[in-house]
Each structure stands twice: as C-alpha cells, then as structure tokens.
C-alpha cells in the first residue's frame, strides 16, 4: 500500500479538527482493475429546435453534491443525484434536518431552472458511505459504520488523532477500514460501483434528448486531493455516456498528473468515444498548489509531457463558488499595476482575520484549517500570468484556462445562487439562521458567514445538449459569474470596426474578423498593430418579484509577464459610469442598508470597443472582462434584516462582516501569444 503514513503522524500532532479530506491516505488500485470507458455516445438525432448558429447563453453548475459525498451525508444530507436535477430543473426539494422518514424539513426550489448540471460526489469514500447509510449491507452494523452514523464514539484512524465530524469513521490510516470494506476491499468496490449506477441512471434519466433540449445533464466526480491540508480538488466532467467504470479518487491517484494519466488510459485512450476535462476549483484555499509548477523537479522530457497533459485536459477553472472567489488579491508578492478595489469581494481567508504570509515563490500548506501562506497563484489572474512564464520556459502554456463558477452545493441543490433568500450550503452544520451566521472557526479557519451562495458558469453554445455544451467548455468559450445570470460576451482582433456596438451584426463580425473569449489571438505581420477588442453584457432581468440588479462597469483586464521578471495587471474602464464622461458625473449607487433597495441609476447593458493603447507585441498578455453590478446588500446583512434587532446575533454588528457587494460577471481570456 502506498500509505502516506508521515503525513498522518504529523496530522496526528498538529490537527485539532477538521473537514473532509484534511487526512488523504492512499489505498491500494482496487481489484480487479477499473474497467476502461464504455456507454453510449451515439450524437443526436436531431438538432435541438432552438439552435442558433450565433451561439446562445446557457447557464449551469458543474459542481454539486448529494447523499453519496462523505460529508454532506456525515451531516445528515439526504438528497439524492435524482433530487438534484430536479432542483435543477425547478422543482421543489426537501432541504435537512430531515426526519427518521427521510422528509426535509426545509423545501426550497430555484425561481429559474438550470440549463444544465452534474452531479459531482466526492469519489473518496462513496462506496463506505453507502455501506454504511444502507440497512442490511455487510458492513451496517460495524463500529465504524456506527461511528459514522454517530451512533457510538468514533475511533480515529490513528491512536490519539483528534477529528472533528462523524465523517472520520469512514477515513482508515493505512488503506480502507477492514471492518467495512472487508477482504480485498471487495465490498466497498461493489458498493461503489453500485452508488456510481445509481448516479449515472439519473444523469440520463435527466439528460433531455428530445427536441425541446430542456436540460442537460453530465456525468461526472470530484477528485479531492488535499496534500498537507492544501485544497487541490478538481471535477472530472464526461462529454457522454462513456465513463470508465468507477470514479478514479485521490486514494487511487493521488496527485494530478496521476489522475489525468489514468484518465487517459480509461477514457481518451479507451477507444470508446469518451471525452474528459477536469475543471480544477478553491486556489484560494491552496497555499499555492493547485497552480504549483511542480513539474520542474522531473526531467525536461517529464516536465514538457506533464505540461502539455494539463494544457489539452485542463481547460476551465471554478473561480467562484461558496468557499469564496479566487480572481485576484490586491499586495501580493511580485505583482505590479496598482490596487484593484474589485478583488476585495468574497476572500474567504480574509474573514478568518489571521495575519496571511505570502508564500513569494514557494508553496505552503495547512490553508483549509485557516493555516498556512497565501500564494499570488492562488488567483486565477496570476495563474494566468504563472502560465506565460512557463510558455517562455519550456514552450506550453499549462495554464491556458477558461472562467466558471459554480456552488458547490451539499445540499443537493445546483443553482441555488440567490442572495436574498439563500438557505445555507452545507447540510445541518448551516440550516438555520443561526448556523449560517456563526464566526465560529471552522472551513479556511472562518466562520459559516464567510461562505456565500457561490457562482454560476454560462456558456455560448449553439444549442442547450451535450455536444454543443461540452465543445464550448473545450474551446473556452465560457464565463463566470458570481450568482446573477449576467451575460458577458467577448471578442478580439486585429481590425474589428470601432462602430461595432452601433451595428446589429456585432456577433457575426466578431466571429469572423476576430476570435472569441477562451481563443488564441494570432499573430499579426502588420508593423505597429494593437489588437482591438469588443466587450458586450447584458444584465440579469431576474424575475418579477426580485429583479436582477442594473450595471455599474465594464472593465478589461490585462496581465503578462514583464521583462523585469514582474507579473503585471492592468484595469481599464471601458463602459459604464467611470468610462462614460456623462456618466462620471452620476451620483455613485448605493443600496439602502435598512431595506436593500437600490440607489442611483445604472445600465441594462454596456458594450465598448477598446484598442490596447500599450501593446507589446513580443510579450505574451491575456485580457478578459469584468462587468460588475451596482451594490447590493449581501446575504448575511439580508438575514441580519430578516430577525428582530434584539434577536440579530453579534455578526450583525461586526464591522469585519461586508453588509454591501457588487455582483459580478468574468469572461474567459483572449491571449496573444507572439510567434518567436
């Protein structure tokens, strides 16, 4: 067995509590061997009656748990894959504490439906998980299925090892726990294989093929890999129905390259029509890992092969969810361009209000108890920057990624981004009021008030099905925002017309004089030519009874990697109130903080063509937009709101705990890359 058991001693000596996977020992490959992919991956047999050649905004959440996730199951989550793709389709779900029959007693359903989702477990532990939750299997009665049903006193994986959550009952120091999985860890195989069916009969059940292209549904897992308590989680997401025949976890493959290596043995290279990416999620909470360069340890042809398997695999990142946003941080180490007030918004390690050393260029450890140095590269903007550096190393860009967000749910509850009626993230540590207001430490060392409703992704597909969808999410064309169905749309290129937001053909001249977000812009042999580019957004109408808010600004960002070794941002209005002159005269808007309604007028759409007044055309930049709401008021101030003042607990008065944000929308990057 390949058991990391130095870590575990050291866990032993240093971890008071914990959440899920602070401890990843590894097991042996299961046996016998995961069976490569197979399924159905016949296309369509007719186009969607809603196509459009122009590509249309779709909006989703890839990542979502349910029953068979160790921790939202260890607090007493009861939803099912099924229950979670009716919530996405609209339909009404019962949320926890539920009762000894199984019946919520909360009921929650989204004001709009989803147009597409997956069900993302965490494949560590399903099939313990499912041993123990389901009366009569082999391992139902054993102590620790009873721990992990809070039954009896858990007895932790190591003698002396101090855990918080009943989740640890399922967690073995030196493999799989015998007494559940038995010899061979032939039951808890069985029992995953039976968990990961039940998963996937629901994602087709789900999945419309219909011409009416209601919903669409995708299969796929977490992988959560969390090396010396540094998050380095990422879903694996399928175009189809091949999938290898059990979800590959970190016990098995326990770092990135070894995921993607077996990915490629058991999908791409399976011969079978499967098609995978993992969309990694929570940089802010890996102390520098999850864009770690750690590479540069193997050989020149090790670290080319691994660099270009990230490059063609990796190709989006979950920068937005309810373990906060992973855009940017103003002060980092080596980072030059001046403050964005923008990148103060939903820094989860900042409610913790422990002093954060930077990692410089190194990496630390410890960040999901609250510990540990934050890295430049824990945000998406300088991983960015961290990528066109090493294209100038060894040739590949490896971080040439695409913008998501998504929730992270636990609640088997896809789409639930709505601040004013937000019902918690996480099962029974956060179903009520009380819960989801506590500055107790707990998730990144803060509170449950650190957390927010999390992000959305949008797309631009021709039509709402898995070929159009998963194409988008592999040529980038993709977007994030951080709750709203604002829609954010972007080109380049080295002659687009400056009158292009006056013309009806915006779109199609985009498409064919220019590229669009998540493209390469190539190079030019014109002397002296800067790219111009056009940004489009449309902000969310929402619905009747709670409007979506107006719009505030539209910003282009640049960043690249200088001569001086620097990494280097800039922040340019191109729309809106601060790069409109009649505009910049406007009074600034504001929210009312004694009932949340807006104050001061703001735009239902903005679109600006801009020519980068700075461009060097023998560096490589990245440039993507930002377009950002007037304020609102956050969800917690709306809770704070909601109770009589006697009744408000003391996070409603804690100045550290922001009462305003400005939602926002990100698109992915165009980069230039020149041709030497």
């Not at 909470?285 to 540069?296: D, H, Y």
């Not at 934050?374 to 100038?392: I, K, N, P």
């Not at 998504?406 to 601040?419: F, L, M, R, V």
């Not at 800067?530 to 902000?539: M, S």
Request: aromatic share 8%.
């Amino acid at each position: 067995m390949r058991a990391r058991l130095g870590l575990l001693l050291f866990l032993a000596l240093t971890i008071s509590c914990a959440s899920l996977l602070a401890i990843r020992p590894s097991a042996d490959d299961w046996t016998p061997e995961v069976r490569p992919a197979s399924g159905d991956t016949a296309p369509r047999a007719a186009p969607c009656a809603h196509r459009d050649p122009l590509r249309q905004a779709f909006f989703g959440d890839l990542h979502v748990h349910t029953k068979f996730s160790m921790d939202a199951r260890s607090r007493g989550m009861l939803g099912s894959p099924d229950d979670a793709y009716r919530f996405a389709r609209g339909e009404t779900i019962g949320f926890g504490p539920f009762d000894e029959s199984g019946i919520g007693s909360r009921s929650w359903a989204l004001a709009r439906p989803l147009d597409f989702a997956a069900v993302t477990d965490h494949a560590e532990w399903i099939g313990e998980v499912n041993l123990c939750t389901t009366p009569g299997s082999t391992s139902y009665d054993s102590e620790s299925c009873r721990g992990f049903r809070g039954e009896r006193p858990i007895k932790p994986p190591i003698p002396g090892l101090k855990l918080g959550g009943k989740m640890t009952g399922v967690v073995g120091a030196l493999g799989r726990r015998g007494d559940i999985c038995g010899p061979g860890d032939a039951a808890c195989r069985d029992s995953l294989e039976t968990a990961w069916e039940e998963t996937m009969r629901a994602t087709e059940r789900w999945n419309d093929t219909s011409e009416a292209c209601a919903f669409t549904a995708f299969h796929g897992w977490e992988h959560s890999y969390s090396v010396n308590m540094s998050k380095v989680h990422r879903n694996v997401i399928f175009r189809n129905a091949s999938v290898p025949e059990l979800p590959i976890s970190s016990l098995e493959a326990p770092d990135a390259i070894d995921l993607w290596d077996r990915l490629d043995r058991l999908c791409t290279n399976a011969g079978t029509g499967c098609e995978v990416i993992t969309i990694p999620h929570n940089s802010n909470v890996s102390n520098g890992r999850l864009f770690e360069t750690a590479w540069k340890r193997e050989s020149r042809e090790e670290q080319l092969r691994q660099v270009k398997v990230r490059a063609r695999i990796e190709r989006l990142v979950e920068m937005m969810q309810v373990k906060g946003e992973s855009e940017c941080a103003n002060g980092m180490f080596g980072v030059v361009g001046g403050e964005d007030e923008l990148c103060e918004f939903e820094k989860i390690r900042q409610f913790a209000e422990v002093p954060l050393e930077d990692c410089e260029e190194g990496a630390g450890w410890g960040a999901i108890r609250g510990g540990g140095c934050r890295s430049r590269v824990d945000f998406a903007r300088y991983a960015l920057v961290e990528g066109m550096r090493e294209r100038g190393r060894v040739g590949v860009n490896p971080f040439q990624f695409g913008m998501i967000g998504s929730t992270d749910g636990h609640n088997a509850n896809p789409g639930d981004t709505e601040e004013y009626d937000w019902e918690g993230c996480c099962a029974d540590i956060d179903a009520t009021p009380e819960g989801r207001m506590t500055t107790e430490p707990r998730f990144a060392g803060a509170g449950n008030i650190a957390r927010n409703p999390g992000g959305l992704m949008g797309v631009w597909a021709e039509e709402n099905a898995r070929d159009s969808i998963f194409d988008a999410m592999t040529r980038r064309e993709t977007f994030a925002t951080s709750g709203p169905r604002i829609e954010p749309r972007f080109f380049g290129g080295w002659d687009l017309p400056e009158d292009l937001c006056g013309r009806g053909d915006l779109v199609e001249t985009g498409y064919a004089q220019g590229v669009s977000m998540g493209s390469i812009l190539p190079d030019t042999t014109q002397s002296g030519a800067a790219p111009t580019f056009v940004a489009q957004v449309a902000r969310d109408p929402g619905v009747a009874e709670h409007p979506g808010g107006q719009l505030d600004r539209l910003q282009i960002v640049k960043v690249w990697y200088g001569e001086d070794g620097q990494f280097h941002q800039a922040v340019h209005d191109v729309g809106g109130r601060l790069a409109d002159v009649a505009g910049s005269s406007r009074e600034a808007p504001s929210v009312d903080l004694d009932t949340c309604e807006p104050r001061g007028a703001g735009y239902d759409a903005l679109c600006a063509v801009w020519t980068d007044p700075a461009f060097d055309a023998s560096r490589d930049a990245a440039y993507y937009v930002r377009a950002v709401e007037n304020p609102s008021c956050r969800w917690s101030w709306r809770s704070c709101l909601s109770l009589p003042e006697a009744e408000r607990p003391a996070a409603c008065s804690d100045p550290g705990i922001p009462r305003v944000i400005q939602e926002r929308a990100w698109t992915s990057p165009i980069w230039y890359e020149p041709a030497t």
